[in-house]
């Protein structure tokens, strides 16, 4: 299960304003490095101001937004013939590039360890890549669970808001550490998945044929 199943429904509340987007020359790659551009300047606010940790709660802001904008430049190409080569490595690799800005701000957190904050970074990675390695190996693009793009945005979100709303360092060693530590095994867990299934649909395939 993830949030991702929930995405046809937040895409409908959008398709309006995806279309006047487009009736207004919008198109699908620029929504895209906006999305990534955004990313990368919400991250090094919130990471190179240590001292002003409610700038931690533009994070979960940011990630909502982010997720529109995925919504609407996916629909943007689809459906409104936008389509193009570049698009779809732009679309990736913004949000690999997205991911990475908005979990190293928390390198900056007193209590976390920096190894587990580039664990998860790199996790985050790994998770995408074995999604995108699918087709390449005769499969789909994977989206599975448990911890998917969707989910991690929730995951870091909340974790913003509390380190945002001034919760100790203390608190953080304490609570914080082994909760991000669950985040990097979910990840694991996910990327594990997604290979596990990618194998098992191309061996379909060629049963198949």
């Known amino acids: 299960m993830s949030l991702y199943a929930l995405k046809p429904r937040f895409q409908g509340l959008l398709r309006p ?7 207004h020359g919008v198109t699908a790659n620029q929504v895209t490095l906006a999305a990534a551009v955004g990313s990368i300047a919400v991250g090094a606010l919130a990471g190179f101001a240590p001292a002003h940790r409610a700038l931690f709660l533009l994070i979960p ?6 997720m529109a904008l ?10 409104h013939g936008q389509k193009s080569v570049l ?4 679309n990736e690799l913004g949000d690999i590039v997205s991911d990475i800005a908005l979990v190293l701000p928390f390198l900056a957190v007193g209590g976390l360890a920096a190894a587990d904050v580039w664990l998860f970074a790199l996790s985050a990675v790994i998770v995408e890549c074995a999604g995108l390695i699918g087709p390449l190996a005769g499969a789909s693009r994977r989206y599975d669970g448990p911890f998917g793009k969707s989910d991690r945005a929730l995951a870091i979100g909340a974790f913003a808001v509390w380190i945002g709303a001034g919760v100790s360092a203390g608190a953080i060693g304490r609570i914080g550490v082994w909760l991000w530590r669950v985040l990097i095994a979910l990840a694991v867990l996910t990327a594990m998945r997604r290979v596990r299934a990618g194998i098992a649909e191309t061996l379909k395939r060629e049963r198949a044929s």
């Open 87 to 90: 698009g779809a490595y732009l």
């Open 17 to 23: 304003l995806t279309g006047w987007l487009a009736r």
């Open 61 to 66: 802001v940011w990630l909502f937004l982010r």
């Open 70 to 79: 995925n919504a609407i430049d996916g629909m943007l190409a689809r459906e």
